[in-house]
């Protein structure tokens, strides 16, 4: 295959014009109108064949997951999507149809979230990968950031936490398998929270740890309870019976969920765009004056599971800088 | 070495604030304010060790170059570059004071050229590689694009040809290594040229592959005159005696020099603009009705020299798409 035949078949299914595309693919760069009154919101990560996927991902997955792990960071600003650029590396002898389905796979999760593929890149390398850059827009003001937490908003997240982490088992069930392979973006909650929440991100490194980085940007701690994280009828039925059930769901990464802090005024308000989101909003604890994050069992026993990836060792999550 | 540690290392030199960085490194994502009145230029390419570069490379170097071929594509579109994004896979073992001096590297190149580093992320890989992300302005109506060329335009290259693949041969002369190491994008330049030329584009992959790139683009077809070429001292002197003294120069990849075509009536303007820049601007032919490039001998034989980077294969150059 021939590299313009690559490039041909990765992008054939990709939206190439959106909002503010003046000149998308096939020229030096790009030519992008940014909206008017409102800050840009950029971000990059890279998913890796042997360390983010492998062969048990369907190639679709691949290309769904490279795009979607970027937008959950939007999510996680409040910010809308507009446009990625998309740089692939390609071992030599790899299989075409392999890759086109990748391309199809970024472009349907591009369809979904109204993103345009503005750009890319393609290279030889030793192992596919897929880094995807996004840029998305947000009003002044909106944007939610790490810092901005204070003491006694409550700290909540979306969704159900340790699927994705659940996915990596063997045997796992099929709902935490998909959890990994086809995370799903909080972009309409995100967006709602924009307005309400004190702070947040995304969580992709395991909500212990990210908690803790909110935490820090904030200059505060935080005080959670492990029995109220709330898990899905699947990782519950999963775990039952292990010795620290709460492991994959404190711990695990790739929750791709929104973790915010909430003024207790704002609380209702924020429930009520969960609603609209359709999207659970729990409440998991309190941010609280000091350092770090104080996590409970049951009984009132602090939790000993430390969180800490190292994102330089062979697992999931992607670290940013 | 931590990967915490390792972000803190190669960051430590890189200038993180910069014209309307709002939020930098350290969130979820950036938070950029657009200039107004302004289009976004945005590219994206891909430095891959064992593909892009080699233990010849110094680290520095590495880190230069992955910054300085994204801001080529922006000197070809005729923009100022603004903010950038990298994303750095790192094989695990990796020395930390060599990943440090690649981020001096591009800290080097991203100072020189007014370029704040905005975001990033790290990830495990086999290989080495920088993917950065370049975002840029121009002025309506000033972007130059790889449309508009029309016959009787005069097609000009800036700089000397060639230098940069003579770099890669054994005992090249240390100029052409450096060109190959260090390119120098032509952003002033290219910026003056925004309003006086009907087409550009940076030359990555070679002359004559670039220009029929442009004139695909444009339909038109070009014909040079190879002997126009200009070629450094250097390299006059290391390919006097070969059977083509001109295939570096019409084919060689990585020139990172600028190709426009300028219309006759804005020629002397060109000129100038390239005197003020303090790059040589030479004219190597002209714009004609049809199709592909016509390039010919001093003779005026037709050159059989073909023109065609697979990237695929593990040599030079990258293509956009």
Chains 1, 2 share one sequence.
């Not at 590299?3 to 990765?10: N, Q, V, Y």
């Not at 901005?148 to 398998?177: F, H, I, N, Y």
Request: charged share 20%; with cysteine; aromatic share 2%.
């Amino acid at each position: 295959v021939t590299e313009a035949d690559l490039i041909d078949r990765f992008t054939r299914r990709a939206p190439r014009a959106g909002e503010g595309v003046v000149l998308g693919i096939g020229d030096d760069a790009a030519l992008l109108a940014p909206p008017r009154g409102e800050l840009l919101v950029a971000t990059v990560d890279a998913v890796v064949e042997g360390v983010h996927f492998d062969a048990r991902f369907a190639p679709a997955d691949v290309g769904w997951k490279a795009l979607a792990v970027n937008l959950s960071d939007l999510a996680g600003m409040a910010a809308r999507p507009l446009w990625a650029l998309c740089a692939l590396t390609v071992p030599r002898g790899a299989d075409a149809r392999r890759l086109a389905a990748v391309g199809d796979g970024l472009a349907a999760c591009a369809r979904r979230h109204g993103v345009a593929l503005a750009g890319g890149n393609v290279s030889a390398a030793a192992e596919l990968s897929l880094t995807v850059t996004v840029v998305g827009a947000v009003r002044p003001g909106r944007a939610l950031t790490r810092a901005g937490a204070r003491p006694g908003d409550v700290v909540l997240v979306s969704g159900t936490l340790g699927d994705a982490a659940l996915g990596l088992e063997p045997g796992a069930p099929a709902a935490a398998t998909r959890r990994q392979r086809r995370p799903v973006p909080r972009l309409a909650l995100g967006r709602s929270l924009g307005g309400l929440a004190s702070a947040g991100m995304d969580l992709s490194d395991g909500l212990l740890l990210d908690l803790s980085r909110l935490c820090e940007a904030s200059g505060v701690g935080a005080r959670i309870a492990l029995e109220a994280l709330p898990r899905s009828a699947a990782h519950l039925r999963a775990t039952r019976g292990r010795a620290d059930p709460w492991a994959l769901a404190a711990g695990g990464g790739e929750d791709y969920e929104l973790l915010v802090t909430v003024p207790p005024a704002r609380l209702a308000r924020a429930h009520a765009a969960a609603r609209r989101a359709r999207v659970p909003l729990t409440p998991i604890g309190f941010v609280v004056r000091g350092r770090g994050v104080d996590a409970r069992l049951p009984g009132g026993a602090r939790h000993a599971g430390g969180a800490g990836h190292d994102h330089l060792a062979p697992q999931r999550g992607a670290p940013r800088f």
